[in-house]
């Protein structure tokens, strides 16, 4: 299955911004897909997961409460969208996905399949 990442760009604090992973080549429901992030210098961070189905959302710490996650299965599309953003919520935005059971979530190395990354810039 390829990804596409999209709708990152600069956003102000306290702003929003709404992500979007569109897939193909491959029967989109049997994939788990999610968000990770990352800065230069450090490692990939989880954001967020949901169920090939759209259910059961899991979110990283440091997003709770301000990210969600929603999947069109009728678009082969997951969305993130991201509330209150922080200038530390800076990063390149990846969409991952990954077959088999719904477990190992927070684990980069689990998901088989990756986008290129949109970048989004929070300023203070």
């Known amino acids: 299955v390829q990804l596409q990442a999209s709708g990152g760009g600069l956003v102000q604090a306290g702003g929003s911004l709404r992500l979007s992973c569109a897939a193909s080549?491959?029967?989109?429901?049997?994939?788990?897909v999610g968000w990770f992030r990352q800065t230069p210098g450090k490692e990939r961070e989880f954001v967020a997961v949901c169920s090939s189905s759209g259910g059961s959302p899991y979110l990283g710490d440091s997003v709770k409460g301000r990210f969600t996650i929603s999947r069109d299965n009728a678009k082969n599309t997951v969305y993130l969208q991201m509330n209150s953003l922080k200038p530390e919520d800076t990063a390149v935005y990846y969409c991952?996905?990954?077959?088999?059971?719904?477990?190992?979530?927070?684990?980069?190395?689990?998901?088989?399949?990756w986008g290129q990354g949109t970048l989004v810039t929070v300023s203070s």
């Open positions: 991952a996905a990954k077959s088999g059971a719904y477990q190992s979530l927070g684990s980069y190395p689990s998901y088989q399949y």
């Open positions: 080549g491959g029967i989109f429901r049997r994939y788990v």
